[in-house]
């Protein structure tokens, strides 16, 4: 690795930047399909097919998250979730037949849209994530308040964004608005840069390693 300073901070190169100390990894985390689930918690139905559908329960608790062997399940809020997927050549993909499955929930009440392209996820590891994250948002992601597997809403800087703590590394996910994707990444590169941090390769998004 080397060190890149001043003008190259906010490049998507992978390569050391910033001080010469490396405490944090950022990249890109690849999403391969991005489904939205709409529907009323309190209806038995509802819960239970999207269960059966997508192998996984829906999170009913608020923040909170549920995994699967290929999905993770975030809440969005009372009556909406999101499904992320990564590909894997080890297991089949689970959001596929997008078709059949929503005219499934529409008729339990329920809705489903595909967001796939609308988002773009970055991965934020190590001591000190949570403090750069901080400086450009007002969610408290101590790991008092913000524990491992959960998840929010809020704004990064000036772009609305979704949060979410992988493991307690602490490693974090966080989904914004492809269209203000690059602005999101240079200030987040630019909040980092006192600590310095290395660029990585993209990895799936279900891989915190």
Known sequence: MFDRTNGDTGSAIPGHYGAEA???????ATLTAAWNVQGNPTRTPFVTRVQQLFDVPL?????????????????LGPRSWLLVESSSLR???TLTDFGPKRDV?????????DVSASRVAYRIRGTHAATVLAKSCPLDFHQD???AG???????????AFFFQQDAAPTFLMLV???????????LCRSSAQYGYDVVASQPVADSS
């Open 22 to 28: 490396a405490g944090l990894t950022l990249c890109e």
């Open 59 to 75: 999170p009913l608790i608020p923040n909170t998250t549920k995994r699967g062997n290929a999905l993770i399940v975030l809440w």
């Open 91 to 93: 297991r089949p993909s």
């Open 105 to 113: 929930l529409n008729a339990l009440g329920g809705a489903l849209f």
């Open 145 to 147: 308040a913000f524990p």
């Open 150 to 160: 959960g998840c929010a809403q809020s704004v990064f800087g000036h772009v609305n």
């Open 177 to 187: 608005a492809r269209s203000f994707a690059r602005d999101v990444w240079r200030l």
